[in-house]
T-cell receptor, first 111, second 113 residues
Framework: GQQVMQIPQYQHVQEGEDFTTYCNSS?????IQWYKQRPGGHPVFLIQ?????EVKKQKRLTFQFGEEKKNSSLHITATQTTDVGTYFC???????????FGKGTKLTVNP | KAGVTQTPRYLIKTRGQQVTLSCSPI?????VSWYQQTPGQGLQFLFE???????NKGNFPGRFSGRQFSNSRSEMNVSTLELGDSALYLC????????????FGPGTRLTVT
């Protein structure tokens, strides 16, 4: 079935540096949702993108959906230690109720 | 509103046994999805229920089954446990899954020995 590829798998940054994770698909995505999972925790919904070229911001987080709806990115400006965790993208596969997750990007931040 | 609750939180079973996990969704949410999370495979979709009907199923063997009750509470069952079934099993509820955010429970950590 369709897979959402997410890169990088790991990212280690110094506090204050920026961070970006990418999701890519070979086919058009119906939507993209982003989740964050803190160490030892469960995934928590961050945002959903539906429209081609959509850009949404949440404080230091910027989410983008590609013009062709085949890729998405999450960018964090000036990382803080509270940003530590694994960030997942996910898609309602083929517009169905089945939510397919990328493998995630694990972010660690050095204070 | 109370969040999604899952019981038990931790479970240790032996190969060949069966296990039942329970999930209570957020009040008013009628969709419940189950996921298996492992370090190697990540978050994998098991199945999704809405109004007591299974609407979608992932690529897992028939040993994995589930059901949903009229009050939207859900259970999943794994029979003939294998070592590879050791994982964190997450339940998520939503008004409906398509284009709606999912609220995850804390998960059940299953260890098969």
């Amino acid at each position: 079935g369709q897979q959402v590829m997410q890169i990088p798998q790991y990212q280690h940054v110094q506090e204050g540096e920026d961070f970006t994770t990418y999701c890519n698909s070979s086919t058009t995505l119906s939507n993209i949702q982003w989740y964050k999972q803190r160490p030892g925790g469960h995934p928590v919904f961050l945002i959903q993108l539906v429209k081609s070229g959509e850009v949404k911001k949440q404080k230091r987080l910027t989410f983008q959906f590609g013009e062709e709806k085949k890729n998405s990115s999450l960018h964090i400006t000036a990382t803080q230690t509270t940003d530590v965790g694994t960030y997942f993208c996910a898609e309602n596969q083929g517009g169905s109720e089945k939510l397919v997750f990328g493998k995630g990007t694990k972010l660690t931040v050095n204070p | 509103k109370a969040g999604v609750t899952q019981t038990p939180r931790y479970l240790i079973k032996t190969r060949g046994q069966q296990v039942t996990l329970s999930c209570s969704p957020i009040s008013g949410h009628r969709s419940v999805s189950w996921y298996q999370q492992t370090p190697g495979q990540g978050l994998q979709f098991l199945f999704e229920y809405f109004s007591e009907t299974q609407r979608n199923k992932g690529n897992f063997p028939g040993r994995f089954s589930g059901r949903q009750f009229s009050n939207s509470r859900s259970e999943m069952n794994v029979s003939t446990l294998e070592l590879g079934d050791s994982a964190l099993y997450l339940c998520a509820s939503s008004l409906t899954t398509r284009n709606y955010e999912q609220y995850f429970g804390p998960g059940t950590r299953l260890t098969v020995t």
